[in-house]
């Protein structure tokens, strides 16, 4: 099965194959994705129309800048050099912490279902994580 497409204005035609994992997670926090959701063998066509769903939604340059800094935390967090800031930045985006960890295991489902991998583009953006600072979001290369 073709994985989810939208054509969205000024952008061109995308899919699901188009955006990098956190990407897809971020288009699924911003879909119709019930936060109950259970994942059932056969349901990645579902979670890719939410993917686009969410995608369409936020636009591509909220998505990827959305997804860049949900990056840039979670490194942060995984260093435990995350401060109140960028805690309080991510909570401020995603302030249902249940359906976000929901989002990252089922973005992960979709990577490592029948949609088949994640373009070069996709893949450069995921290297690129961005960090809330003081007054302005800093963009640090990978």
Same mark, same amino acid.
């Given at each position: 099965?073709? *994985?989810?497409?939208?054509?969205?204005?000024?952008?061109?035609? +995308?899919? =699901?194959? /188009?955006?990098?994992?956190?990407?897809?997670?971020?288009?699924? !926090?911003?879909?119709?994705?019930?936060?109950? !959701?259970?994942? $059932?063998?056969? /349901?990645?066509?579902?979670?890719?129309?939410? +993917?686009?769903?969410?995608?369409?939604?936020?636009?591509?340059?909220?998505? !990827?800048?959305? @997804? #860049?800094?949900?990056?840039? !935390? %979670?490194?942060?967090?995984?260093?435990?050099?995350?401060?109140?800031?960028?805690? @309080?930045?991510? =909570?401020?985006?995603? *302030?249902?912490?249940?359906?976000?960890?929901?989002?990252?295991?089922? #973005?992960?489902?979709?990577? %490592?279902?029948?949609?088949?991998?994640?373009?070069? &583009? &996709?893949?450069? $953006?995921?290297?690129?994580?961005?960090?809330?600072? #003081?007054?302005? &979001?800093?963009?640090?290369? #990978?």
């Amino acid at each position: 099965m073709m *994985p989810a497409t939208l054509t969205l204005v000024h952008s061109g035609r +995308i899919s =699901v194959r /188009d955006l990098s994992n956190m990407e897809r997670s971020v288009a699924l !926090y911003a879909s119709d994705m019930p936060t109950s !959701y259970r994942y $059932r063998r056969g /349901d990645d066509a579902k979670l890719c129309d939410w +993917i686009v769903q969410g995608a369409a939604r936020l636009g591509l340059e909220e998505l !990827y800048r959305s @997804a #860049a800094f949900t990056s840039g !935390y %979670l490194r942060l967090w995984v260093e435990d050099e995350a401060g109140p800031r960028h805690t @309080a930045a991510h =909570v401020a985006r995603f *302030p249902v912490e249940k359906r976000f960890h929901l989002t990252q295991r089922m #973005a992960s489902m979709v990577s %490592l279902g029948p949609v088949p991998g994640v373009s070069a &583009a &996709a893949m450069e $953006r995921s290297d690129r994580p961005m960090f809330e600072t #003081a007054d302005i &979001a800093l963009a640090v290369a #990978a």
